[in-house]
């Protein structure tokens, strides 16, 4: 997988890129699928966005941060007729969910290496029908706040892409990450939290298929929050 290229900025969202080292096999798994999958910047953006799957899609949904890809590929099977676009930066999940994503042929699937923040700068205003951030890495250190992915300014880039109506969900086992993106939320004015009764965020999300990450905070003893919030 390339570096980046000359002239773009690394991000500051997420923390180291590789974890132990990739099997032959599984790199070159990792290779073939991005050349195939992955978004290229220096191109703009198809009109429309759903041009860019291989298999006709109606609407597109990015998730940032897919880890493993469990969740990413669920919904991709699950709903053939919704474009995935999925972003990680961490090699080592990247690998495992290309091998899957290989493996079961998913035509409604386009994945992005490197900083999400990138990728909002180039898709088209109003082109995503939601977009998923799901148990992000919490950055619990205080010093460390300023490289959590919601932001103010990611926020405006949210607002920006997502079409009115669209839901931005995320979700976390980190009280104080789920504290922090409420307070966000409530002062960003193009958003609207969606809650009625306290079940709205202790349940998962229709449809959920769990995570990997979700399962660790389950083992440990944390319980998950699940936060639905819509572009106004």
């Known amino acids: 997988m390339s570096e980046l290229p ?8 997420f923390g180291r890129r590789k974890g132990h080292t990739l099997r032959a096999g599984r790199a070159e798994t990792l290779d073939r699928v991005l050349t195939r999958l992955e978004i290229d910047l220096d ?5 429309p966005l759903e041009a860019l799957f291989a298999s006709p899609v109606e609407t597109v949904v990015l998730e940032i941060g897919f880890g493993g890809g469990e969740h ?8 053939p007729g919704i474009g995935r676009i ?36 180039w898709l088209p205003p109003a082109s995503l029908s939601g977009i998923d951030l799901l148990y992000p890495d919490p ?14 300014k990611n926020l405006d880039r949210f607002a920006r892409v997502l079409k009115p109506g669209a ?3 995320f979700a976390s086992d980190i009280d104080s990450y789920v504290d922090w993106t409420l307070l966000h939320l409530r002062d960003h004015p193009d958003f609207e939290w969606l809650a009625r009764d306290a079940d709205d965020w202790r349940t998962p999300f229709p449809g959920w298929p769990g995570t990997r990450y979700e399962a660790k905070a389950i083992r440990e003893g944390r319980t998950g929050t699940y936060l639905t919030f819509r572009r106004l």
């Open 72 to 79: 990413l590929i669920h919904r991709a099977q699950e709903a």
């Open 43 to 47: 191109y703009q953006p198809p009109v």
């Open 139 to 152: 950055w619990p250190k205080q010093r460390h706040f300023k490289r959590r992915f919601v932001s103010a």
């Open 167 to 169: 839901p931005f969900r």
């Open 86 to 121: 999925g972003v990680e930066p961490f090699v080592n999940g990247l690998a495992r969910a290309a091998a899957e994503i290989e493996a079961l042929d998913l035509r409604n699937v386009r994945l992005f290496a490197r900083d999400a923040a990138e990728l909002l700068d």
């Open 6 to 13: 000359p002239g773009k900025r690394r991000d500051s969202f």
